[in-house]
């Protein structure tokens, strides 16, 4: 009945009709209830610990924090705030709520701590969201009779569960992120992997080797294991790893696209997961892409990783390959784009460690751009091109009824995170594709590359002689994933409303409004956020919505909170000054007559995620915009489209095929579930680029007399704690 909008007072007056007093006692408030339950989380060394309980009952209600049975000194309020956390504030949480002459715990909660030498901007600062895997196991080499110890881990709220896994099947007992196998044997050595998971999502650790030597062998055993250890490969460091994903759908003068922005959510996480400093932007101009790309150069230096992944319209003339923004002119030349050889010269001069660019969009000859830009790149050894489609061919995507993948990051994304080297896992991607029937003989991922050296996206970082300089660099782009906190609006009716912040992508905002307190003489309460910048992109109609989908958020809709009014405000990277919004509160009171009564707040969070970089501004001088416009393609010279003659159907197969092709700029469908062309089912697009894509549970624990205010001591398991807590409270006849 809830998730159908009916209230408690409904209920009441439905039980009321039925006679029914048993359950009308049951639902009769109590003195003193919890309302928010604080959950479990698992996080960082040094970075910031909330636990929330809220509470309210017929007097002022006073708060008390444990960490197992004993006291958290001047932990009186509502909130528990650790800044910074450390290893030593780990362990079993508890909060003890009085009002009067009774009392209540909320649930028991877990908080685990990891020791992580990241560097600043993981983007882990918002824990609501998806999971985040910040420690993937090593390769291991020991010898028969000793401990073998491996080791992940993954922050999140609710707290991660994990399952090792030895050559694909479990580790009976092994669902700690920590695993130890004393006195190990060789029956022990194998391939292991971890699979972490929480309510709505699972993910996997890197796959390594675990070798067990015989230390006791003699000879020729023992040389063979000194030999192996001998040539090992010698493992790789990154001094830091920095990815701009750019996905550009909405364009103001071209076909729309979708799959982009699916495309750059999926690889976000990914990279994420291999420790990447990542900034994640959708529909950029032209300005906001140089001066994006121009905060992304200042975070390399030497012997930094960095990634630049783009999906949207692009073409490529005389092997140089142009980025269209949303608001290039219909036609549009290179002095509207940006080239991506200019940026590859710009990264260079860094001396970065490996210059990975992933290209998904079309590569065909913009027959009206006749420039021949002349880039003359250093010769190194770490330079890797991935372009999604080969030279003079269109790039595809798959389309359903719902959102889904462009045809590369559909088999990107499942070998992205294997331990090897980058060109390998790119190899084995162009396999994948090519069994692809739907784009068979039509699209084929092209590598080039100059890396010399087994350079890898997992390899591990470790700063450089330069890490000071590397830190300062890495709080500038910390800033593109700095969320508002969450906060509590007190309004003069006595209502309470909780309002939280979502990221989706680095310039794309969740707003949520939750009701914590209503009033009793209230029969109806609703708050809704309104009066945003005009600088926004926020689409009045599609506000302040009853689920996350019907204001477009469809990525992180499962990891959002439930019976709130969701608003998605995206192009931050507009903002000027900071954002200012007003809550504002509508109710009745039974006693008027339900006569509508409206309460208002202003809020200001000032600038949240990539609005602080200010990506609106003017274009800077000396930045990539002097060596992505080409000299001899004046801006004033008028810029022309592809003509009529490209903008035709023609049709190829048979209705048997269910294929039907048109040429480039526009749509290819290959239907692949059955059904009438131009019907329901999966289909395949082309386009310039793109075409179409796309809590822990409470446990209410009431008050007793003779129970100890004090909560018993946590254990290992909080499933076991908590039933030992329950069985000894001293339950009495009402």
């Known amino acids: 009945m809830g998730d159908r909008g009916c209230t408690a007072g409904h209920l009441l007056d439905y039980l009321q009709t039925l ?28 970075h910031n610990l909330r636990l929330s309980c809220h509470a309210v009952g017929k007097s002022p209600v006073q708060y ?30 508890i909060c003890r709520v009085n009002c009067g002459g009774t009392f209540e715990f909320s649930q028991w909660v877990q908080v685990d701590v990891l020791n992580v030498s990241v560097s600043c901007g993981q983007g882990y600062h918002s824990l609501e969201g998806r999971l985040k895997l910040v420690i993937q196991p090593q390769s291991q080499r020991t010898y028969v009779g000793e401990t073998l110890q491996m080791e992940c881990g993954a922050v999140g709220r609710p707290i991660p569960r994990y399952q090792w896994h030895r050559n694909g099947a479990p580790v009976p007992n092994a669902t700690r992120r920590k695993l130890a196998i004393p006195h190990s044997t060789q029956d022990h050595a194998g391939r292991y992997r971890c699979e972490i998971s929480s309510s709505t999502e699972r993910m996997w650790t890197n796959e390594v080797d675990v070798a067990i030597d015989d230390v ?54 990914l990279l994420r997961q291999l420790n990447f400093q990542v900034v994640s932007l959708l529909d950029l101009t032209e300005s ?65 460690g490996l210059n990975v660019f992933l290209l998904d969009m079309c590569r065909k000859r913009n027959i009206h751009d006749d420039s021949a830009p002349n880039i003359v790149l250093r010769v190194t050894a770490n330079i890797v091109f991935g372009y999604a489609t080969c030279q003079d061919a269109e790039a595809f995507e798959l389309s359903s009824s719902g959102l889904t993948n462009g045809v590369f990051v559909k088999f990107l994304k499942r070998r992205l995170l294997d331990d090897e080297k980058i060109t390998v896992v790119l190899d084995r991607v162009a396999e994948d594709m090519g069994q692809f029937d739907a784009t ?36 500038q ?76 958020i469809y990525l992180l809709s499962s990891n959002l909170p439930q019976h709130c009014l969701y608003t998605r405000v995206s192009s931050l990277q507009k903002l000027r000054e900071e954002l200012v919004f007003t809550v504002c509160l509508q109710g ?38 002097q060596t992505c416009m080409m000299p001899h ?27 039907r092709l048109l040429p480039q700029g526009h749509y290819l469908d290959v239907h692949e579930h059955q059904g009438a062309v131009g019907g329901c089912g999966d289909s395949l697009y082309v386009g310039q680029s793109h075409s179409e894509a796309a809590c822990d549970s409470s446990c209410g624990l009431s008050s007793s007399p003779g129970r100890l205010s004090v909560p018993i001591e946590a254990t290992d398991d909080i499933h076991e704690l908590q039933t030992v807590f329950i069985n000894s409270l001293q339950l009495q006849q009402q």
């Open 19 to 46: 006679g029914n007093s048993e359950a009308l006692q049951c639902l009769k408030p109590s003195a003193l209830q919890i309302l928010i339950q604080p959950q479990s989380v698992a996080l960082i060394s040094g």
């Open 64 to 93: 008390q924090w444990f960490k197992s049975k004993e006291e958290v000194p001047n932990s009186f309020y509502s909130d528990l705030v650790i800044s910074p956390v450390y290893l030593k504030d780990a362990g079993f949480y």
């Open 216 to 269: 006791y062998a003699i000879g020729g055993v023992l040389g063979s294991s000194e030999f192996l250890l001998n040539n090992v490969p010698e493992q790789l460091y990154a001094t830091d790893k920095v990815a701009l994903l750019i996905g550009n759908l909405s364009y103001q003068n071209h076909p729309r696209l979708k799959a982009p922005m699916v495309d750059v959510y999926d690889l976000t996480n």
């Open 288 to 352: 906001e892409m140089r001066n994006a790309v121009d905060e992304f150069l200042s975070l390399l230096h030497k012997g930094v990783y960095g990634l630049l992944y783009y999906a949207g319209h692009g073409y490529e003339n005389y092997g140089n390959s142009f980025m269209v923004p949303v608001d290039a002119p219909s036609p549009y030349r290179s002095a509207n784009c940006l080239c991506v050889q200019s940026i590859l010269k710009l990264m260079q001069e860094k001396e970065t």
């Open 440 to 475: 068979k003989g039509k699209q084929a991922l092209e590598i080039r590359s100059s890396l010399s050296d087994r350079r890898a996206l997992t390899d591990p970082i470790l700063p450089g002689d330069s890490a000071d300089l590397a830190h300062a660099r890495s709080l």
């Open 477 to 552: 782009w910390a800033k593109a994933h700095e969320l508002p906190e969450s906060m509590c609006l007190n309004f003069d009716c006595g209502a309470q409303i909780k309002l939280g912040f979502a990221a989706e992508f680095s310039n794309v905002l969740v707003i949520y409004t939750h009701i914590v307190k209503k009033p009793e003489d209230m029969s109806f309460l609703q708050a809704h956020v309104t009066d945003f910048s005009q600088d926004l992109d926020v689409d009045p109609k599609e506000m302040n919505r009853e689920t996350p989908e019907e204001t477009g």
């Open 588 to 625: 009745t009171f039974t006693a008027m007559d339900d006569e509508s009564v409206h309460w208002t707040k202003s809020v200001d969070i000032g600038k949240p995620l990539i609005a602080r970089l200010d990506l609106n501004r003017a274009v800077r001088r000396n930045s990539c915009l």
């Open 633 to 659: 393609s004046p801006s004033h010279s008028p810029c022309h489209s592809p003509g009529p003659e490209h903008h035709h159907h023609h049709h190829c197969g048979s209705p048997q095929d269910h294929n």
